[in-house]
Structures are given as structure tokens and as C-alpha cells.
Nanobody
């Protein structure tokens, strides 16, 4: 299983980015796919998650109303649309699969396969 995260970059505060997580090796059906982020000051934080079983989602309180997760099963890709970005959103973002269960959570220890990360910089 390989995960390829992409879409990071530099954006001004208030701007938007869309991250992509493409999985190869197996289909995503039956899993949960999560987005996490890490900074130098913080441990890996759960940002969002989507269940491929029923499409249910999870969002951290800090991103609710600004971020949106979606999935294109034909492309085996999960997206994280990030709007109204703030400086405290600046981090390396990772996607991961949770194979033990198709249900979402924000706990990184429940996730198995991790991508290499894509960096998001929010700065004026």
C-alpha cells in the first residue's frame, strides 16, 4: 500500500488549498482515510477523516466549517479542501488509512499506512 499526498504549498491567510491523497496497491473501500498534520511544536494531530463504508466524516474542532473532506472512488483518491486558511494551519499534512475499521477517528495510532506528507505554509 502506497499513499501519495500532494497539493501543499504557500498560501496567504484566508486563502485555499486542496490536498490530494492517492492510494495505490489496494482499493480504499472498507477503510477509513484520515488527514493528520504535524508541526515542530505539536504532535501529529487528527484533522479530518472519511469512512469509505458510509461516507461519514470527522473534523477537528479547529477546522470545522473551513475544511471539507471528500473521496473519488474512481480515482482512489481522497481530497481535503482547505478554505480560510490561518497561520496556525501551517504544518506538514499526512494522509493515512485505517484498515482495522472503516469508521473514522482522530487518533493517529489507529491508522496503519502513511504517506510522505505535503507541506502547507500560510504566510503573508
Amino acid at each position: 500500500v502506497q499513499l501519495q499526498a500532494s497539493g501543499g504549498g504557500l498560501v496567504h491567510p484566508g486563502g485555499s488549498l486542496r490536498l490530494s491523497c492517492e492510494e495505490s496497491g489496494i482499493t480504499l473501500d472498507g477503510y477509513a482515510i484520515g488527514w493528520f498534520r504535524r508541526t515542530q511544536d505539536k504532535e501529529r494531530e487528527g484533522v479530518s477523516c472519511i469512512s469509505t463504508r458510509d461516507g461519514s466524516t470527522y473534523y477537528a474542532d479547529s477546522v470545522k466549517g473551513r475544511f471539507s473532506i471528500s473521496r473519488d472512488h474512481t480515482k482512489n483518491t481522497v481530497y481535503l479542501q482547505m478554505n480560510k486558511l490561518r497561520p496556525d494551519d501551517m504544518a506538514i499534512y499526512y494522509c493515512a488509512t485505517k484498515r482495522i475499521s472503516p469508521w473514522c477517528s482522530g487518533y493517529s495510532y489507529e491508522f496503519d499506512d502513511w504517506g510522505q506528507g505535503t507541506e502547507v505554509t500560510v504566510s503573508s
